[in-house]
């Protein structure tokens, strides 16, 4: 069954670095996003993107975060100067179809687990 | 902010018996809703889900069944086994809009053999 990859599976940074965590959607899919859980909390949205750009983003996603699609392949978050609340647990999620009815939801990617310290 | 509200941290049942895991939602807009399950180290992966212009969707074991005027939907899995256990949580989005999904803190269920 197609998956979404997510590398790597658990980061450590410092806090003020720059990281950027990385994902690999399904190859026919065409809307892509970004996910978070805090631990012991409910995952957040964070960004959707399609068509190269940002179709929606929450307040989480503010000026720190980036997304790009860099080549035809893969799909990144950058996290330009981490803080410490930021750690947490960063999925990737990757849909055929704008319409939920018809995609049966998102697939989503096992997470990165990212811990600012 | 929480729109979407799982408000059982933790259920346990028998294998065998039926679980059933409950949410309830505060924004009148949302009209698809999901449960995704997930374990230790892994995504969540979609489960099932209703659109609010039904009642009741089976899926096997299965049922998701959504009462708009009360704003709650629930789960049921029947009969419930070992493998079912992790963390289960409900989604809901606004299908007309961007259709990011808005979740709940989670239910984990652990069906005891």
């Known amino acids: 069954e197609p998956e979404v990859t997510q590398t790597p599976s658990h980061q450590v940074t410092q806090m003020g670095q720059e990281v950027i965590l990385r994902c690999v959607p399904i190859s026919n899919h065409l809307y892509f996003y970004w996910y978070r859980q805090i631990l012991g909390q409910k995952v957040e949205f964070l960004v959707s993107?399609?068509?190269?750009?940002?179709?929606?983003k929450s307040e989480i996603f503010d000026d720190q975060f980036s997304v790009e699609r860099p080549d035809g392949s893969n799909f990144t978050l950058k996290i330009r100067s981490t803080k410490l609340e930021d750690s947490a647990m960063y999925f990737c999620a990757s849909s055929v179809t704008f319409l939920l009815g018809m995609s049966n939801g998102y697939t989503f990617g096992s997470g990165t687990r990212l811990t600012v310290v | 902010d929480q729109q979407v509200k799982q408000n059982s941290p933790s259920l346990s049942v028998q294998e065998g018996r039926i679980s059933i895991l409950n949410c309830d939602y505060t924004n009148s807009m949302f009209d698809y809703f999901l449960w995704y399950k997930k374990y230790p180290a892994e995504g969540p992966t979609f489960l099932i889900s209703i659109s609010s212009i039904k009642d009741k969707n089976e899926d096997g074991r299965f049922t998701v069944f959504l009462n708009k005027s009360a704003k709650h939907l629930s789960l049921h899995i029947v009969p419930s086994q070992p493998g079912d256990s992790a963390v289960y949580f409900c989604?809901?989005?606004?299908?007309?809009?961007?259709?990011?999904?808005?979740f709940g803190t989670g239910t984990r269920l652990t069906v005891i053999p």
């Open positions: 993107f399609y068509n190269n750009e940002i179709s929606e």
């Open positions: 989604a809901a989005s606004v299908r007309s809009g961007a259709n990011n999904l808005f």
